[in-house]
């Protein structure tokens, strides 16, 4: 399985971006996909994350009414619209496609995002 994301940039306090990651190869039905962030001296951290159908989304809290994760599976691409940016967003993003069944665990090279103030 491959990953590449885009849709990263530079952009204002309060703007809006749209990430997107296509994944290529075998990527198992049933995988889950989500987006995870890393600032300048910080750790990776978890951004969001959506299971197979889509119905099921989790987020960090700090993203929460902010970001919307979702998935196009017929074109294995997972997407992250986020609005109402804030500095603290800003980061590589890296999507990430995960299927515990099949032992996929597999990471994109990231994206990134960048907020001014």
């Known amino acids: 399985v491959q990953l590449q994301a885009s849709g990263g940039g530079l952009v204002q306090a309060g703007g809006s971006l749209r990430l997107s990651c296509a994944a290529s190869g075998r990527t198992f039905d049933g995988n889950v996909m989500g987006w995870f962030r890393q600032a300048p001296g910080k750790e990776r951290e978890f951004v969001a994350s959506?299971?197979?159908?889509?119905?099921?989304?989790y987020y960090a809290d700090s993203v929460k009414g902010r970001f919307t994760i979702s998935r196009d599976n017929a074109k294995s691409t997972v997407y992250l619209q986020m609005n109402s940016l804030k500095p603290e967003d800003t980061g590589v993003y890296y999507c990430?496609?995960?299927?515990?069944?099949?032992?996929?665990?597999?990471w994109g090279p990231g994206t990134q995002v960048t907020v001014s103030s």
């Open positions: 990430n496609i995960r299927h515990s069944g099949q032992g996929v665990n597999v």
């Open positions: 959506i299971n197979w159908t889509g119905d099921h989304t």
